[in-house]
């Protein structure tokens, strides 16, 4: 009667341990297509349309104009400095005196320039928005250079990525890859459907993004705008966290299973 227990108590744990080992396996495995970006789901082929993405300024941003030319006395009625006067030198300046003296635009959509005045600057471009500034310093001056920045253009990106934060945006097409990017990709937990947060004057927006499909290229959220939020939540593998997971325990576990199984028998 024991040898028969016996056996019964062997066949069962020789069952029990191979499924056990194939489970943790198993919920640990990723698959490949849901790691891969861009994948072509729908015959899209190698070319996507489009449309020009370019951010437009809107009422609440922060632009950073200098009005550059060769006399330096010149140059001092257009550009004003820190201390409330005018700037005199030229030179790349920090994000922080960029912000920090940089010009608003208004609800109405204007920034207010020494000597040039106002400026209608929403729903353009910053390249428009130079051209506009440089054409408003014809009547003063001849053959000016304008340079503008968008200051404030900054997002963030939380969740399964190496480099989680805020980062500050210099480029007017901005995208969910370049975030993830700058951000130092996602970790191998990180889902492909990326969470995108978004402000708006009738609230926030808060939509999926598939970025394994290349067609996300094409949604509206694809490119960013200030203060936007990329969210990246982690698989349900992560819980399992097999590249963390304690061998030693679970070898000391096999271990004792096979004694157990050697004496049994």
């Known amino acids: 009667m024991q040898r028969v227990q016996k056996s019964i108590q062997g066949g069962l744990l020789k069952a029990i341990l191979p499924a056990l080992l194939c489970g943790i ?4 495995c990723i698959p490949q297509s849901r790691l891969l970006y861009l994948q072509d789901k729908h015959d899209s082929g190698s070319l996507i349309p489009d449309d020009d993405k370019r951010y437009r300024v809107q009422a609440g941003d922060i632009l950073y104009v200098r009005v550059m030319t060769t006399d ?14 005018y700037r005199a030198t030229t030179g790349d300046v920090g994000d922080p005196h960029m912000f920090l003296y940089g010009y608003s635009v208004n609800s109405q959509g204007n920034i207010e320039l020494p000597v040039i005045g106002e400026v209608n600057v929403a729903g353009n471009t910053i390249e428009e ?3 506009l500034i440089k054409e408003s310093t014809r009547e003063y001056l001849v053959d000016a250079t304008v340079s503008v920045r968008l200051v404030n253009f900054k997002v963030t990106v939380l969740g399964e990525v190496n480099r989680p934060g805020t980062y500050n945006v210099y480029d007017e097409e901005f995208t969910v890859m370049d975030a993830i990017g700058v951000a130092g ?3 191998d937990y990180g889902r492909r459907e990326v969470h995108v947060v978004r402000k708006t004057d009738e ?4 939509e999926k993004l598939d970025l394994t499909d ?8 694809y490119y960013l705008k200030p203060n936007d939020m990329v969210y990246v939540e982690p698989m349900l593998a992560k819980r399992f966290a097999l590249a963390e997971f304690p061998y030693s325990v679970l070898f000391s576990a096999l271990s004792s299973l096979i004694l157990l199984l050697n004496y049994i028998n």
């Open 129 to 131: 928005i130079q051209k």
């Open 203 to 206: 609230g926030r927006i808060f």
């Open 214 to 221: 290349r067609e996300s290229a094409m949604s509206e959220l």
């Open 25 to 28: 396996l198993a919920s640990s």
């Open 72 to 85: 330096p006395d010149v140059y001092d009625l257009f550009n004003i400095d820190e201390r409330g006067t």
């Open 185 to 187: 990709d996602m970790t």
